[in-house]
């Protein structure tokens, strides 16, 4: 059975920066998706990012140009580089991750799930 744990998380101040990981051992499936998921304290858990096995991401409008997501498929994590972390960037972070997948995009329902790693951003 694939397991995710997620690492990275913590506290820095707007405009910091961090680096989330996520161990997903998916070697020998295909058409991999995999994805990052935020959850704001009182709301529901919304998709941040997404990348397929070709290396083709997408990104909420809300973190394009400030998060990048990435594999590194040698170590079989997932990484997001957050930049320019902003207040409302608080939340819980989920990685998530499916096999079989077509059409790996925002709208991509994943299987999945890691147990989150806390990110808060201070003013």
């Known amino acids: 059975q694939v397991q995710l744990a997620e690492s990275g998380g913590g506290s820095v101040q707007a405009g910091g920066s961090l680096r989330l990981s996520c161990v997903a051992r998916?070697?020998?499936?295909?058409?991999?998706?995999m994805g990052w998921f935020r959850q704001a304290p009182g709301e529901e858990r919304k998709v941040i990012a997404v990348?397929?096995?070709?290396?083709?991401?997408s990104y909420a409008d809300s973190v394009k140009d400030r998060f990048t997501i990435s594999t590194d498929n040698a170590k079989n994590t997932l990484y997001l580089q957050m930049n320019s972390l902003k207040p409302d960037d608080t939340g819980m972070y989920y990685c998530?991750?499916?096999?079989?997948?077509?059409?790996?995009?925002?709208?991509?329902?994943?299987?999945?799930w890691g147990q989150g790693t806390q990110v808060t951003v201070s003013s």
């Open positions: 998530a991750a499916d096999w079989g997948v077509w059409m790996c995009n925002l709208g991509t329902s994943f299987g999945r």
């Open positions: 998916l070697s020998g499936y295909s058409n991999t998706c």
């Open positions: 990348i397929d096995n070709s290396g083709r991401a």
